[in-house]
């Protein structure tokens, strides 16, 4: 293999100085999401309750950009590893044209239509919990495109290798995050509003700050940024625009059926009571610590892949995929392990009632002992076959396993009380909630055994997208 690996793409210092950056970056987005449940928890079960209910639908719209960004950044990739460099900085520019455009739509929407979508969502739940959701909903939406063009240029610095600078503009905007939301709730009194408007002011800075340092062009490691001038003066380009959707599209629906998905289990949830909303919520950031070094990889994956594609070189594409998903495992593996033997400790620091923080407990120690065992294979290796422009398989894929295995099994868990184990437990209604984490894990080695098989069948190779 070593061989026939000579002239290799990526030296492991390039690997290094670009999932380094990433993970930093996922560390501060997960600190920020824990600072803010702490500080929401302050204001009561019910505050905690109303901002995870519309977090999950703001985790569905940022899922939907992050997925147009991924197609953008396979196109620019795969233009690099060809070495041209015009065509790169054309789609870079489309790329922030669509991002914008899309954002802005869904803006307008989800503004005027905030009540009707919340009530229809999730349905009968307290006054003081619907309360807070309207109150948190409508400000955190002023900041999709704030989002939006963050992730757009931030894919098109990482395309180059470039992940240092995301990394800086997000640490500036999660100070700015978790600055506000001290002063606005404990000094100001705001109540979920300290939530929301520090977080909306923090996205839309960190992006402006990012589009200024990509409009300086300066040099990194000897290499001029991606020029996007241009977008000031140049229209759109329907032929990478289609080139862009036909990698953002599959990933956008596959993210955005993944997050509705996720929203119909939190309605199951949401019957199961505050309580189990509560606990659901901490799980929820909780586990996003779990996996934050494979989520790195993730995007590592696009870039690596996508050269190597663009270039045309499939032997590099394979040997980089499995070189990544060992480094995936290994770091789960090495991050996990002393996360969770000191879960109890840090859910102290939530003070939240017994009964929630138990419940916590269980959901998080599930998705992380499974989560070292499958998530890589379930999420690292897709983004593969993405950068490979076969989006739409690992679309298919978890589309079908998202509804037939984890909202199917949710709801079988939920009328079995998870197969009987809820009365042997001894525990209350609440841990109903449990089996849609369980259902998930189902999911997800479904979900692995079918990409597993994609790649090892070679029927991603050939597939051409530039």
Known sequence: MEEKLQDKMFTNRQLVSLIIPLFIDQILNAA????????????????????????????????????????????????????????????????IYVMLGVSSFITAVMIIFCRPILS?????????????????????????????????VAAIFRAQGNSKLAMYASTIGNAINIGGNAFCIFVLKMGVEGVAIPTTVSRIGGALLLTYWMLREKPYHGETPLSIRK???????????????????????????????????????????????????????????????????NIAMLTVIGRCCGAADEKQAMYYTKKLMVIAYVSMFLWNVPYLLSLRGILAFYHLSPETTELAWWITMCHGVFGILFWPMSFTLPNALRAANDAAFPMIVSVISMFAVRIGMSYVFKYTQIFGLIPFMGWTVAYGALGTWIAMVLDWVVRSNFFIWRIASGKWKGRKLI
């Open 32 to 95: 920020v999401g824990i600072a803010d449940v702490v500080m929401v928890a302050t204001l009561g079960e019910y505050a905690v309750s109303g901002v995870s209910l519309v977090d999950s639908i703001n985790i569905l719209l940022f899922a939907l950009l992050n997925a147009l960004g991924t197609g953008g950044a396979v196109v620019v990739s795969q233009y690099l590893g060809r070495k041209d460099r015009k065509m790169a900085e054309n789609t870079a520019v489309q790329l």
């Open 120 to 152: 229809g969502i999730f349905g009968k739940v307290e006054d003081s919990v619907m309360d807070a959701s309207l109150r948190y909903f409508w400000i955190t939406m002023l900041a999709l495109p704030g989002i939006a063009l963050y992730s757009a």
């Open 231 to 297: 977008m000031f003066r140049v229209g759109v380009e329907f032929s990478l625009v289609k080139k862009i959707l036909k990698i953002g599209i599959p990933s956008g629906l596959e993210n955005s059926i993944f997050q509705f998905g996720k929203i119909l289990v939190l309605s199951l949830i949401s019957t199961f009571g505050t309580t189990a909303i509560a606990a659901n919520a901490t799980a929820n950031s909780l586990a996003t610590i779990e996996v934050l070094a494979p989520s790195a990889i």
